[in-house]
């Protein structure tokens, strides 16, 4: 049997030393949430279903489709280990299980980890033995209550406006990683504009002296080495590379590296990664890539897939979706209430796509975490169900070039309170110095480096005129737009994003969903709205961004560039227009 999604899911951090463990686990629904108390991580414990991992069971792909709500749900899988693998250190890793995740191991339970779209690993180590060993996930999901983040997972039974099929559960790939006793843990990578690269290695079980060496190449040549002397936690080394390659959008320069830490004892690890010369600057009102000011074109990309809800059916898939956002004259995606997957990341940098890197805050309720009976916990509440899931989120993906900025949060309204917003804003600056950070995206800001607003005003007339005096736009907007109802902070001139716009609602033959205003009467009439509304923001010289809603219909919302499925909406002659609109010179690009 073939395994689903058998591509190594970690692409900037390779070890040769793995198995996958996605294809056939079994599968029990716990719906009154008592699995533990009944033995549920037990050999004798009855898994009546199959199911095929890395599918939720809410997706067709998982061979269940099953829809409803799940408290919790449980996997089980038996795995065979060799001699040799058990002279390793063996870490069995997840790249995302939505939301409280249990793992044991031969029965033991050996880790909890809350957070439904942060990658983790429980090493197993001490667990396991030569031969056959038994794997036991739950996975507890609560998208009903106010305390976990579940972006655009319905709270409600079915789908309705812009909330869509639940995921629960596994839902990215699972596997398992063979490492020597010392190995290296993480290494974090930060460019300059001058051609240093600073390696920021850390490690882990290194009783005795190492060195660690970073080997970088470019198309295959090697173009720079060092060796450094290997602290017992970490080391710190830099590279000089002459003639730099930066990364841009559409010509995406990457330079392989290889990490090796090598002891004393002749043991060594061996990493394979990439990275890439690209900086995100703010200077005023301008937001530079590289030092030039690039207008961003974005889509917003939701990142759902008709038959495997939050997974991509394939990998190809993954790479797919950044082709067709491509061919329509977008340059990046708003990643929207959802952490993508690496795989994704990995092809964006590839494919030089910028992208904004978000987390699915939606879900997490902070106006009634924070004000339920004037609590005066609600503040500590919401920081410590957000932030550590964030902080792993970062952790995991800031050595992406595709990503140029972060938005923990979107949307959110008054009386929300400030202090939640100042501090993620501030946590998320101090732990990735090196990108723009936006608040939170949409109605209201605090402490912003990048002012953004959604407007999907269908109107091109009104919807230019309302951008023409950058002075003051939160006293322009209407009342659906008016910042200063939200308690937003002033605009004070940093660079503008309209971060959400158009959405136009366009699905012939359809009544049972929606899109953001009159739908036009002919698919003309749609390419001649789509240029005017973007039109408006490109000859803006104040506006360094847009991002269009969005990418590909999903369920009920029928405002994409393509269908559900991928296939195409339009005409041809309506896409060219599209592209036309996409790619025509900004205001904002002048020098």
């Excluded at 009783?207 to 295959?220: E, I, K, L, N, R």
């Excluded at 923990?408 to 929300?416: K, R, S, V």
Aim: aromatic residues 14%; charged residues 25%.
């Amino acid at each position: 049997m073939s395994i689903p999604r058998p591509e190594y899911p970690r692409p900037q951090f390779v070890r040769e030393a793995w198995k996958n463990l996605n294809g056939p686990w079994e599968f029990a629904f716990d719906f009154g949430d008592s699995g533990e108390a009944r033995g549920m991580f037990t050999a004798d414990a009855a898994y009546p279903q199959t199911i095929n991992v890395p599918f939720c069971p809410e997706s067709k792909l998982s061979g269940i489709g099953y829809t409803d709500f799940m408290s919790a749900v449980w996997y089980r899988r038996y795995i065979t280990l060799t001699e040799k693998q058990c002279q390793s250190r063996i870490f069995l890793r997840f790249g995302a299980v939505d939301y409280k995740a249990s793992v044991y191991v031969n029965g033991k339970k050996l880790s909890v980890h809350k957070g439904g779209y942060a990658s983790f690993g429980v090493e197993i180590t001490a667990a396991v033995k030569p031969g056959e060993n038994m794997i036991v996930v739950q996975a507890q999901d609560n998208t009903r209550g106010a305390g976990q983040p579940a972006g655009k997972q319905c709270p409600d039974y079915a789908s309705r406006a812009c909330h869509y099929t639940r995921t629960t559960g596994i839902w990215q790939t699972v596997w398992l990683e063979f490492v020597p006793k010392a190995f290296i843990k993480s290494v974090v990578t930060t460019d300059t504009a001058n051609g240093l690269v600073t390696f920021d290695a850390h490690f882990d079980g290194l009783t005795q002296p190492a060195d660690f060496t970073a080997v970088v190449s470019y198309d295959g040549g090697k173009v720079s080495e060092v060796t450094a002397r290997a602290g017992m936690a970490g080391t710190t080394v830099q590279v000089k590379v002459d003639d730099v390659k930066p990364w841009m959008p559409g010509s995406p320069a990457l330079y392989d590296v290889i990490y090796t830490l090598k002891c004393a004892c002749g043991a060594e690890d061996v990493v394979h990664s990439y990275f890439g010369f690209r900086t995100s600057e703010i200077v005023g009102n301008q937001f530079l890539i590289n030092g030039k000011k690039i207008f961003q074109r974005l889509v917003l990309d939701q990142g759902f897939y008709p038959d495997g809800i939050y997974t991509a059916p394939t990998d190809e898939a993954l790479k797919g979706d950044i082709e067709l956002s491509m061919a329509c004259g977008f340059n990046g995606a708003r990643l929207h209430q959802k952490v993508f997957e690496e795989r994704f990341l990995y092809w964006a940098d590839r494919l030089g796509y910028i992208v904004w890197g978000e987390h699915a805050s939606w879900g997490t309720d902070v106006s009634r975490l924070v004000h339920r009976g004037n609590d005066p916990g609600g503040c500590s509440d919401i920081l410590e169900m957000f932030l550590p899931e964030w902080l792993e989120i970062i952790a995991r993906d800031r050595n992406h070039p595709a990503i140029i900025g972060w938005c923990p949060l979107n949307e959110t309204h008054e009386p929300q309170d400030n202090r939640v917003l100042s501090t993620i804003y501030a946590v998320t600056k101090a732990v990735d110095p090196t990108r723009p950070c936006i608040d939170t995206s949409g109605y209201r800001h605090v402490v912003t480096d990048v002012y953004d607003v959604h407007d999907y005003d269908q109107n091109p007339e009104t919807f230019r005129a309302r951008y023409l005096d950058m002075s003051g736009p939160a006293e322009q907007k209407d009342t659906n737009y008016n910042r200063r109802n939200f308690g937003a902070a002033e605009y004070n001139g940093q660079p503008f994003f309209v971060s959400e716009y158009g959405g136009t609602w366009w699905a012939p033959g359809r009544t049972d969903g929606w899109g953001y205003g009159n739908a036009p009467k002919t698919v003309e009439e749609l390419g001649d709205r789509y240029e005017g509304l973007t039109t408006a923001l490109l000859d803006n010289p104040n506006i360094c961004a847009f991002c269009y809603t969005q990418l590909t219909d999903i369920e009920q919302e029928q405002n994409g560039m393509y269908y559900y499925d991928r296939s195409r909406k339009f005409t041809d002659a309506v896409y060219a227009q599209i592209r036309r609109a996409n790619t025509k010179k900004a205001a904002y690009e002048e020098e």
